[in-house]
């Protein structure tokens, strides 16, 4: 069974930053795309960043410029560094993997899933 541990949530002033990590168990991690979603009170689950298993990303247009999204293939883990944070970008986060290695943005699309990891961002 695959597991996806996320970590590095947490409160922070509005313009900080913060880094989550996502820790994959198991020995295909490389061949697998990895997304982060996010989901508000009220409010939809939504794809903020994702990566292919070439390292082709996405993400989406309230977060370009701000986040980073990278791999690390050799500790089966992902990152998602959030910069210039905003209040609108409070919510939990989540990642997920997707066995077929190409970015989708649909919560359906992807096979597991992490826990998820709370971001606050005070104004």
């Known amino acids: 069974q695959v597991q996806l541990v996320e970590s590095g949530g947490g409160l922070v002033q509005a313009g900080g930053s913060l880094r989550l990590s996502c820790a994959v168990s198991?020995?295909?991690?490389?061949?697998?795309?990895m997304g982060w979603f996010r989901q508000a009170p009220g409010k939809e689950r939504e794809l903020v960043a994702a990566?292919?298993?070439?390292?082709?990303?996405y993400y989406t247009d309230s977060v370009k410029g701000r986040f980073t999204i990278s791999r690390d293939n050799a500790k089966n883990t992902v990152y998602l560094q959030m910069n210039s944070l905003k209040p609108e970008d409070t919510a939990d986060y989540h990642c997920a993997a997707r066995r077929n290695g190409i970015i989708r943005g649909t919560p359906s699309a992807y096979d597991y899933w992490g826990q998820g990891t709370q971001v606050t961002v005070s104004s």
């Open positions: 198991g020995r295909t991690f490389s061949s697998y795309a």
């Open positions: 990566i292919s298993w070439t390292s082709t990303t």
